[in-house]
């Protein structure tokens, strides 16, 4: 069994009731109507859990239907550990029930504690908002700051408003679950929650984005990033990764995956892409998705190895005038094109070995020298327009 995994019904129930995302609702169950709940879950887990397992249940299972849910979820465990995880979400389905059931007593406890829901939506919204707002004025005012500004006083400088994002989205969140709990619905338009939450993410990843941007380079292409704009470009990046996940935008995930590329992160990188052409093939963003997806695949390439293997051996060093010619074609008119690119691909795979041969025999190396490799590379060289070296 895993580590960690409950062996009876109370705790899994412990369990759920931890990882609620509204403590003050977690808290009223346990303190006014634990009794209530436990009796719930414990009449419905067993043929909850039964179409939870679904053409998973085995004998054990079978076995057991008639038994306690704690002597049900002992045979199963023994069967398959994993089967903790459908259990837990069983549990979880089943507290979410009586939440439902019971939302009234539920806010009458949270209300005698102290702990809201608040009716008042509103205003709440407008100071998220309004903060918002004052991040995103001052994300465009720092292109007007002075290139002198050490990168330290920069990021001091965005800071307050940083903690003011960080403020709208404690706000935002508040509502959020007092919404859930009062079975209010969210209104699109300027104050749907969803909306603001995401805009108060972005507006953090674009004070740090443009302080990026100020001290180096534009925010574009594969590896690209200085080593002063590290620190804000890892700090964008957090912001960035939470509003992709509370929302899909195809043009957020974009800009996630350019930041990550320019970075360094290509693994990373590549991911977010081809998720975003698995679930939006067609979409705005498809085109800038395989152009950036292209890019960082010839950046790979490129960086498989900065020699020409044979060319290399052929010559005795890597840095010999016939072997940057040859370089320089691979990377200025191979990788540019899909079918270079798989030549370059195919020859890193096969060459290394040949290499290998070619340099420890000299007279093989002499006849490729004199009448493969020079003259491949004085016609590369004639054909790119470059005298030789």
């Known amino acids: 069994m ?3 995994t409950p062996t009876k019904l109370s705790g899994f129930l412990e369990t759920v009731l931890a990882g609620m995302r509204d403590a003050r609702v977690s808290r009223a169950l346990q303190r006014d109507l634990s009794e209530a709940l436990d009796t719930h879950v414990r009449a419905r887990f067993v043929p909850a859990l039964a179409e939870g397992l679904g053409d998973r249940a ?6 057991a239907q008639g038994q306690d849910p704690d002597t049900v979820i002992s045979s199963l465990l023994e ?3 994993t089967f903790g995880g459908t259990i837990l979400e069983v549990v979880a389905r ?4 009586f939440v439902q059931k019971e939302r009234a007593n539920i806010i009458a406890s949270m209300r005698a504690a102290g702990e809201g829901p608040s009716e008042e939506r509103q205003g709440r919204l407008a100071r998220a908002r309004e ?13 007007t700051l002075s290139l002198a500004d050490p990168p330290e006083q920069l990021h001091s400088a965005i800071l307050p408003f940083v903690e003011r994002l960080e403020e709208a989205r404690e706000i935002l969140a508040e509502v959020e679950n007092d919404d859930a709990i009062l079975g209010r619905t969210q209104p699109d338009g300027a104050y749907d929650v969803e909306s603001l939450t995401v805009q108060a993410f972005t507006a953090q990843a674009d004070l740090f984005i443009n302080v990026a941007e100020h001290i180096g380079p534009a925010i574009e292409g594969v590896g690209n990033m200085t080593f002063d704009q590290e620190a804000f ?6 912001p960035l990764q939470e509003a992709v996940q509370y929302r899909f935008v195809p043009g957020l995930i974009m800009r996630l995956a350019r930041v990550r590329a320019f970075k360094g992160d290509t ?7 081809e998720r975003l052409l698995e679930l939006d093939p067609d979409g705005p963003e498809s085109g800038n998705a395989r152009e950036l997806l292209a890019a960082i695949e010839a950046k790979s390439l490129a960086r498989k190895d900065s020699r020409c293997f044979v060319a290399t051996a052929v010559m005795g060093a890597a840095d010999a005038p016939e072997v940057l010619r040859l370089r320089a074609f691979r990377d200025q008119v191979l990788l540019r094109t899909a079918a270079g690119r798989v030549l370059v691909n195919a020859y890193y795979l096969a060459s290394p070995p040949l290499a290998r041969f070619i340099a420890g025999r000299p007279l093989l190396r002499w006849l490729l020298r004199d009448f493969v490799v020079s003259p491949l590379a004085r016609c590369l060289g004639g054909r790119e327009g470059g005298a030789r070296p």
Request: negative net charge; proline residues 2%.
């Open 2 to 4: 895993t580590a960690g």
């Open 131 to 143: 903060a918002i707002e004052s991040a995103q004025a001052e994300a465009r005012r720092l292109a």
């Open 267 to 273: 693994g990373e990188a590549k991911a977010i892409l």
């Open 94 to 97: 089943l507290v979410a029930e």
């Open 233 to 238: 470009v890892l700090d964008a990046l957090v």
């Open 79 to 81: 069967e398959d550990s």
């Open 58 to 63: 085995g004998p054990a299972f079978e076995e």
